[in-house]
């Protein structure tokens, strides 16, 4: 096996140990997000869209022409905040979601259930994934 190969797989391996034990008590768990600054979502806003005042959901509506996506695709989805609020802004009826993390497609599966959400979770590493 080639030295950049097994640095890959290490890599990804780390990857995966943060984003499983992300959101949880102890050495990889955040107290506040940089989402959580209004100057810095404001920025973001302002680079996505030309305005800071408008949300990637209001930039998407509008790209969109306020139709809805039949179906969309997201990696390294998390456990699917991001997608759920897609589906609560109208702008997609179906979302297959891709995750390193078991326990963050775990927690997708499980809140998606929940709250009766269209997404679909597939635990893969997105560089090896299949996409249908």
Known sequence: M?????KNQQNLSKTKAFWNGYQ??????????????PVIVG????LISGNADMNIFQF???????????KGISICSGSGEFERALVDNNLCHLIDA??????????????????????????????????K
Request: with cysteine; charged share 30%.
């Open 43 to 46: 920025e973001c806003q302002k």
């Open 98 to 131: 891709y995750e390193i993390s078991e326990k963050r497609v775990e927690e997708g599966i499980s809140m998606a259930k929940k709250g009766d959400y269209p997404i679909r979770f597939f635990q893969q590493d997105v560089n090896q994934a299949n996409f």
């Open 60 to 70: 998407f509506r509008k790209c969109l022409h306020g139709t809805p996506l039949e």
């Open 2 to 6: 080639s030295k950049q190969i097994l």
């Open 24 to 37: 949880t008590k102890g050495e990889n768990s955040r107290n506040a997000n940089w989402w959580d600054s």
